[in-house]
Each structure stands twice: as structure tokens, then as C-alpha cells.
T-cell receptor
Framework: RKEVEQDPGPFNVPEGATVAFNCTYS??????FFWYRQDCRKEPKLLMS???SGNEDGRFTAQLNRASQYISLLIRDSKLSDSATYLC?????????FGAGTRLAVHP | NAGVTQTPKFRILKIGQSMTLQCTQD?????MYWYRQDPGMGLKLIYY???????DKGEVPNGYNVSRSTTEDFPLRLELAAPSQTSVYFC??????????FGPGTRLTVT
């Protein structure tokens, strides 16, 4: 079983749609949680950290359920520029574990 | 701050050649990492370091070597390049339980 599992997609959605991604992780000792975004042939970049209480950054909302070892990302009012691969990330001090990513394609 | 820098950006190697991928960070991070990413696939950890003089293997270390003589630099050495090492290589750094910062990557082709 992979440490971080994500649906690879692709999720094809029209502009303005709301889309949700989920991931599950297997290491119950994980201390930090993130969503990263990776554009084609570019390096991953931090989208947002994820906290147990849930957190929001503009159109993006992230949730963490430690009991179920489940992380989610909600994107509202999708833009063409949101097209990318979204990586679910967990870990601790020594290293982070990256999911393989969920691909999102937003079309006009 | 330049963040994490990697050189070269692109390289073509012949089978059996060797090369060193350079990585430097100016954020005074203790933790540094090397990943490879094959087309359409996720990141795979090659080696990592928790501080100068300390390195450890990731999930795919075979065919690679690293050293960490300073906090800033974490070079990755490929010995006897093979076609299976054709990939994009990302270096990253972080501090504590905080986010990880990536360099722009090195695109390597072995033919």
C-alpha cells in the first residue's frame, strides 16, 4: 500500500465549477500536511498547508481528518489557470511523502 | 534569496558516462533532498540529508551517490549512466516540519 494515495484523475471541469480532491495516508505519526501544485514540466510549489481545524485561502479550502487519515482540497470557481497536478503531502521533520498527484484540467 | 538553485538545467549523457548534478540553497536549511520524476509519474526520493556530513538513502538510491560537506550544497553524482536514469531531477530543502522548497529541476537524458 502506498503511503499517500490519490485518485490520478484527470478531473475535467468547466470554468466556474467546484471540484474536490481527496487523499488518504497510512502513517498515523505524520505531523505535517500540505497540498502542492505542479505545472507541467515544472517544480512542485506549495499551494497551502493543511491544519486539523481546516483552513481556507481564497478559493481553496483544505481539510484534515486525523482519525480517518484523510485530507481533502476543495477548489471553488475554477479558473483555467488552476489546470495542474495537485500533490497531497504528509510527513514529519526528516522528510515528506508525496502522493503521485491528481490531474485537473479546467476548460472554457 | 535565490532559494534552491540547480545546475545544469538540461544534460544529455552517453551510456556509461558520469556526471554531478549541483544543488545549492541559501535559506540555511538543514534538510535537503534529491528526487527523480519520470514522465507522468510521481516523485521518488533518491537520497536525503538532515545536516552537513549526514546523508541517508531514499527509496531509489541505486546508481547514485551524494555528499553534504556544507549546509548550502548537496550534489548528486551519477556513476555509469544508464538509460533508466533518464528523468527530471529535483533538489529540495526545508527546515523542521515546515514546507519544502524545490529547485527548478535538471532534465537528464541518457542515450
Amino acid at each position: 500500500r502506498k503511503e499517500v494515495e490519490q485518485d490520478p484523475g484527470p478531473f475535467n471541469v468547466p470554468e466556474g465549477a467546484t471540484v474536490a480532491f481527496n487523499c488518504t495516508y497510512s502513517n498515523s505519526a505524520s505531523q505535517s500536511f500540505f497540498w502542492y501544485r505542479q505545472d507541467c514540466r515544472k517544480e512542485p510549489k506549495l499551494l497551502m498547508s493543511v491544519y486539523s481545524s481546516g483552513n481556507e485561502d481564497g478559493r481553496f479550502t483544505a481539510q484534515l481528518n486525523r482519525a480517518s487519515q484523510y485530507i481533502s482540497l476543495l477548489i471553488r470557481d475554477s479558473k483555467l489557470s488552476d489546470s495542474a497536478t495537485y500533490l497531497c503531502v504528509t510527513g514529519g521533520y526528516n522528510k515528506l511523502t508525496f502522493g503521485a498527484g491528481t490531474r485537473l484540467a479546467v476548460h472554457p | 534569496n535565490a532559494g534552491v538553485t540547480q545546475t545544469p538545467k538540461f544534460r544529455i549523457l552517453k551510456i556509461g558516462q558520469s556526471m554531478t548534478l549541483q544543488c545549492t540553497q541559501d535559506m540555511n536549511h538543514n534538510y535537503m533532498y534529491w528526487y527523480r520524476q519520470d514522465p507522468g509519474m510521481g516523485l521518488k526520493l533518491i537520497y536525503y540529508s538532515v545536516g552537513a556530513g549526514i546523508t541517508d538513502k531514499g527509496e531509489v538510491p541505486n546508481g547514485y551517490n551524494v555528499s553534504r560537506s556544507t549546509t548550502e550544497d548537496f550534489p548528486l553524482r551519477l556513476e555509469l549512466a544508464a538509460p533508466s536514469q533518464t528523468s527530471v531531477y529535483f533538489c529540495a530543502s526545508k527546515e523542521g516540519a515546515y514546507e519544502q522548497y524545490f529547485g527548478p529541476g535538471t532534465r537528464l537524458t541518457v542515450t
